[in-house]
Every structure is written in structure tokens, then in C-alpha cells.
């Protein structure tokens, strides 16, 4: 299944496995992004948690894997080199939009 294919499913169905290979399929191009942005790995594997946990949310609006791929990036790079309760506050303003 192409990405296109995996958010109808998702997007239909709510299915488990098809957002699992979602994030399968996309986890190394949003770390990669998370990595060059932020300082160092563990602030870039949480942002890259965070999209994902915001992609949930957010994969009803998106219609093709063009769509997804900008969006992904989008967010990532919303992200700001954060801890602490500045990354908490970061996260949580993120899951809001």
C-alpha cells in the first residue's frame, strides 16, 4: 500500500496498522528533520513522538501522500529546541491546533 492508500484506510477505518506503517513508513524522514532542527536526539525523538501523536488527530484532513509528506514537515519544523516545561508547554500547544 502506497501512503495515499494507508490515510484512506486510517482515515475510514481508524485502523490500527494501517497508522502503524504510517509511522513506520515515515519515522526516519520526521527524526531526520527533528535531528538537523534540534540539539540533540532525545529532544528530536520527542518531537518526533509528538507529530505523531498529532498525525492521529490530524490524518482525516490530509488526502494523499503529497499532502501528508508537507504536513509532516510542516510540523516538525514547528518545534523549537525546548525542555523541560518549555517542551511540555511546546507539545501541548502543538496538540492543540
Do not use: C
Not at 13 to 41: G, H, I, K, P
Not at 54 to 68: G, I, N, S, V, Y
Amino acid at each position: 500500500m502506497n501512503g495515499t492508500d494507508l490515510l484512506t484506510e486510517y482515515r475510514v477505518s481508524r485502523s490500527e496498522r494501517a497508522f502503524a506503517q504510517l509511522v513506520q513508513r515515515y519515522t526516519n524522514l520526521v527524526y531526520s528533520a527533528a535531528r538537523r532542527r534540534l540539539a540533540n536526539d532525545a529532544a528530536a525523538q520527542e518531537a518526533t513522538q509528538s507529530v505523531f501523536i498529532r498525525l492521529a488527530t490530524a490524518a482525516p484532513d490530509l488526502r494523499d501522500e503529497a499532502a501528508l509528506v508537507s504536513w509532516l514537515h510542516r510540523t516538525i519544523i514547528r518545534f523549537r529546541d525546548v525542555r523541560g516545561p518549555e517542551l511540555v508547554k511546546a507539545v501541548n500547544a502543538l496538540l492543540e491546533e
